[in-house]
């Protein structure tokens, strides 16, 4: 099959030569694809779109498309960082600081469904006799529960309610910390530091680029807010701007993209002195983004290596990280104001492992190439599985939680559809 799609792009170049390239026909051509796939997905299965998305990505990696490497690099690198940084940021600007400090339980259960999650994944793997560098790699891969999936999948059923929320804000926490604690191990994995400052210098390191960079772009939004309306379509086009470039100067500094934007939008929750509103102009562009991100990872993570020995590993990974996130959850449940089968749809809605998974796995592989291909082999079908499988078990427990104001049906989704347009 591969062969056959490298032949036809042969032909193609032979008689086809626009402008732009064929390699940017061929992505606009897989986007468009891409967006009518999502639209028939919920319209049809009532499935949120971002399943639609991935299966495309899927079997256009699957069938050999040479549009996207591994390891992520270059324009593709980019594309999901700033993909990933949009989401982040707008998760950022909506983290309810102040609901911390009167309900400080919701802080414990994070912590604990995120440590719980990494040594249930790391001893399982480690059981297996899957090497330790490799074993941390991928446990730390399998904290996140991913914000840009299930804001997806949030929006698509309009779901509203203390699962949604709560699950939105664990989902944020876990990301800031495997962001920070990936990208600093992702430079120790082919040495073992044995002080604890070696370890923490790098942590430290990320954390403190990524902090300077993040209050950069808070500062330059407030600053801009004081002069320009939030719902502006030019305040929308300089957000957009000021995260493109902060995901690159972050990256280049040697932070994290990601997490420079997740610290912006924290902060610029707490600077503007204003209710901060989304800009409407921005949802397009950022959905398009969103899309292609959805759509690059699943291409990039279909070019693993399938194989029967490696399944086994997957399977174990996926559910040590299922059991120990439902858990973590329901351990610090008490005194957190959530009932007990609340927290069990909120483990449930953090079933999605999707674009911030693969840019740790990426890291790690760019830092040391031989240990990387240990990681790649476990890691790409384990983000690819869950990135439409973890959608599909969130849009459940977001239902189930009976926090959905669509009904559960794909003629619901498509009458709401068209009252909306």
């Given amino acids: 099959m591969s062969s056959f799609i490298n032949e ?173 604690l990936g990208y600093a191990q992702a430079g120790l994995i082919e040495r073992a530091p044995s002080a604890i400052t070696e370890r923490v210098y790098p942590v430290l390191v990320v954390l403190g680029l990524s902090f300077v960079v993040g209050a950069a772009l808070a500062l330059a939004m407030r600053s801009a807010l004081r002069v320009m309306s939030p719902t502006s379509e030019n305040t929308s086009i300089l957000l957009l701007a000021l995260i493109a470039a902060g995901a690159a100067v972050s990256a280049h500094m040697g932070g994290s993209a990601p997490l420079a934007a997740l610290i912006g939008g924290i902060m610029l929750k707490q600077l503007n002195p204003r209710p901060w509103s989304w800009p409407r102009q921005l949802g397009t562009a950022a959905s398009l983004l969103t899309m292609l991100m959805f759509v690059l990872v699943s291409i990039v993570a279909a070019q693993a290596d399938w194989s029967l020995p490696v399944a086994s590993l997957v399977l174990a990974l996926i559910a040590a990280r299922a059991v120990a996130k439902v858990v973590g959850v329901s351990v610090a449940n008490p005194g957190s104001g959530a009932s007990w089968k609340q927290a069990l749809w909120v483990g449930g809605a953090m079933a999605p492992l999707s674009s911030i998974a693969l840019l740790i796995a990426s890291s790690f592989v760019t830092a040391s190439p031989l240990l990387g291909a240990l990681i790649t082999q476990t890691a790409l079908p384990a983000i690819l599985l869950m990135e439409v499988l973890g959608a599909v078990i969130a849009t459940v427990a977001i239902h189930l939680a009976g926090e959905s104001s669509v009904p559960w049906t794909p003629e619901a989704f498509s009458t709401t559809e068209e009252s909306q347009s």
């Fill in 8 to 180: 036809l792009t042969s032909f193609w170049a032979d008689w086809v030569r626009p402008s732009a390239g064929l390699p940017t026909v061929l992505w606009a051509l897989l986007i468009a694809v891409a967006a009518a796939a999502g639209h028939l997905v919920q319209r049809y299965i009532g499935m949120p779109k971002v399943v639609g998305y991935s299966i495309v990505g899927t079997l256009v990696g699957l069938a050999g498309f040479e549009g996207a490497v591994w390891p992520l690099q270059g324009v593709g690198l980019f594309m999901v960082e700033l993909g990933v940084a949009i989401v982040l940021f707008e998760a950022g600007g909506r983290l309810p600081l102040r609901w911390f400090r009167h309900n400080p339980m919701v802080l414990v259960q994070s912590v604990v469904e995120s440590a719980l999650t990494y040594f249930a994944v790391f001893w399982v793997l480690s059981w297996l006799d899957v090497p330790g560098p490799v074993a941390n790699a991928l446990a730390l891969m399998a904290i996140v529960a991913s914000p840009a999936v299930l804001s997806r999948v949030v929006m698509d059923t309009q779901a509203s309610g203390p699962v949604t929320d709560r699950a939105l804000t664990l989902a944020t926490l876990n990301t800031f910390y495997a962001l920070t």
